[in-house]
Each structure stands twice: as structure tokens, then as C-alpha cells.
């Protein structure tokens, strides 16, 4: 997302200067003219992407309490019934995968079965994106 720029003031007119004050002044006060639409654009742009971060943060916050979760995860072994969450570690590729399926007995591994199983690595990936806003 691209915030917008805001344009430089002119100077200040100072009570000081009497000479200088009224152009000065006539100057600020044309000036404000785009600077108050210039303001409201950028603080749009900045709400926007802070709305996002605050989603992504969130995302990633989900995310990190699956890698969390996965950290116990034991080695697939053929044949072994799996229950719906259950964790194992393909031993194809050796990442992590979580069941999505009601408990079954697991004869493919999770990494050639993706209709029983999710990667967890994906969870990393999501962590990854949302740091990006900080």
C-alpha cells in the first residue's frame, strides 16, 4: 500500500517580520488549500494499513499457536490410525502435517495425501507475510 506524500508548507509568517508577514501569511493559507486533502489522504492510507497489519498480526498470531502445537510431532508411520489434528512428520520430504479428517488408519504419506493431510509449513509462511508490516 502506498501512503501519499504531503506537500511542503510554505514558511510561517512571524509577527516579527511585518514586511514579510502578509505574503507569508497569503502563501500559508493558499497552501493549506491542498494540504488538508493531501492530510486526509495519508491518514486514510496510514488507517488502511494499519487495518491490514492488525489482520495479518492476528493471522500470524493463529498461525504461530499451530506451529506451537505441531512441535510434538512425531514421525508418520505407515498403517497407524491418525485422529483429526494429529500431527506427524512426512518421512518423504520431513515436514510437518496436520490430519484434517476424522481419525483413519494412514497408509499414504501426508505429503503424496493432501486430502487427509495439511502442511503446517504454510502456517511459517503466513508468520512470515505479516512481519512484513513491522
Given at each position: 500500500?502506498?501512503?501519499?506524500?504531503?506537500?511542503?508548507?510554505?514558511?510561517?509568517?512571524?509577527?516579527?517580520?511585518?514586511?514579510t508577514f502578509p505574503a507569508k501569511a497569503?502563501?500559508?493559507?493558499?497552501?493549506?488549500?491542498?494540504?488538508?486533502?493531501?492530510?486526509?489522504?495519508?491518514?486514510?492510507?496510514?488507517?488502511?494499513?494499519?487495518?491490514?497489519?492488525?489482520?495479518?498480526?492476528?493471522?500470524?498470531?493463529?498461525?504461530?499457536?499451530?506451529?506451537?502445537?505441531?512441535?510434538?510431532?512425531?514421525?508418520?508411520?505407515?498403517?497407524?490410525?491418525?485422529?483429526?489434528?494429529?500431527?506427524?512428520?512426512?518421512?518423504?520430504?520431513?515436514?510437518?502435517?496436520?490430519?484434517?479428517?476424522?481419525?483413519?488408519?494412514?497408509?499414504?504419506?501426508?505429503?503424496?495425501?493432501?486430502?487427509?493431510?495439511?502442511?503446517?509449513?504454510?502456517?511459517?509462511?503466513?508468520?512470515?507475510?505479516?512481519?512484513?508490516?513491522?
Amino acid at each position: 500500500m502506498t501512503i501519499s506524500n504531503i506537500d511542503t508548507l510554505p514558511p510561517a509568517p512571524q509577527r516579527s517580520d511585518p514586511t514579510t508577514f502578509p505574503a507569508k501569511a497569503d502563501a500559508m493559507m493558499s497552501a493549506l488549500v491542498t494540504f488538508v486533502p493531501e492530510m486526509n489522504a495519508a491518514i486514510t492510507g496510514i488507517n488502511a494499513a494499519q487495518v491490514a497489519c492488525d489482520a495479518d498480526a492476528a493471522t500470524a498470531t493463529a498461525a504461530a499457536a499451530t506451529t506451537v502445537a505441531t512441535a510434538n510431532a512425531t514421525a508418520w508411520v505407515n498403517g497407524n490410525t491418525y485422529a483429526l489434528n494429529a500431527n506427524a512428520i512426512s518421512q518423504i520430504n520431513f515436514q510437518t502435517y496436520r490430519k484434517k479428517t476424522a481419525s483413519s488408519v494412514s497408509t499414504i504419506d501426508p505429503v503424496n495425501d493432501p486430502t487427509n493431510w495439511t502442511p503446517v509449513g504454510a502456517a511459517l509462511q503466513t508468520i512470515h507475510a505479516a512481519m512484513l508490516c513491522f
